[in-house]
């Protein structure tokens, strides 16, 4: 009988973490798609069947039909590309504002006392109210538009910027100076990883924001943009079209989401939260 090694008695075996299992293939997207389409599968069988009349409700393939046409005529991608390019231009306004305005609000206790009380009664005021104003003062053209939507953009990502610099833990930004950072480095290694979170949820509201403000915006004398498309197809009473245009802009509004959530996704890796999967 051999004599059992005293190293093997007192050490007890370590375990070795086991590596994480491979990501499974992401199925649950597909569940998505469930409701949408269900929906529209139904309301077909219920015209075809006679059960509604879809007149001012039209089936899906009747939808289907009109965007093909669109497409085919080249207007559905002049449009949209309008549409596109003004969120863009708005986005991209509202976004610096918001965030200059948040963050200066943030840091200092004396201009969000300042700033705040002004900025959030105006937030209250709705999208519709501001067009007559902004015809106005800017005029009907391309400027007026997208400051509309710059100003839609604007307040959540100026709320959200203030409310992410505002719930730092005042602990987190000690144990940063207990080892000596400062300045630039408090704000890179502590502050901003802490913000960045918060900022991204306020980046895709503002992002939503500007999709709605857009239709407001282009209410106001546009000649082209899926706007355009909503009351051309209203005053022609066209209830295929005006579906069609509304489909485009939740399509779309999707996508700018999903890049947006892409694009920012490097940014939050470190994240270690329940719901990462």
Sequence with gaps: MTPVSVAQTSEPALDT???PPPRPFRWRLLLGFVLPIGAAVLWEAAVRSGLAEGRLMPPPSRILATLVDLAR???LWWH????????????ALGVAAGTALGALAGASGLWRALLDPTLQGLRAIPSIAWV?????WLGIFEASKIALI??????????????????IDRKTIEVGRIFRLSGPALVGRIMLPAVLPHYVIALRSGLGLGWMFVVAAEFMGASEGLGYLLVDGQQ???PAQIISAIAIFAILGKITDAILVALTAPLLRWQDVAGRS
């Design 17 to 19: 973490p086991a590596a």
């Design 73 to 75: 005529g080249g207007e």
């Design 80 to 91: 949209a590309q309008a549409t596109l390019a003004r969120v863009a231009a708005g986005f």
């Design 132 to 136: 007559p104003l902004f015809i106005l």
């Design 150 to 167: 710059a100003v839609g953009v604007s307040f959540p990502v100026y709320l959200g910027t203030l409310g992410a610099i505002l719930s």
């Design 236 to 238: 022609l009473g066209k």
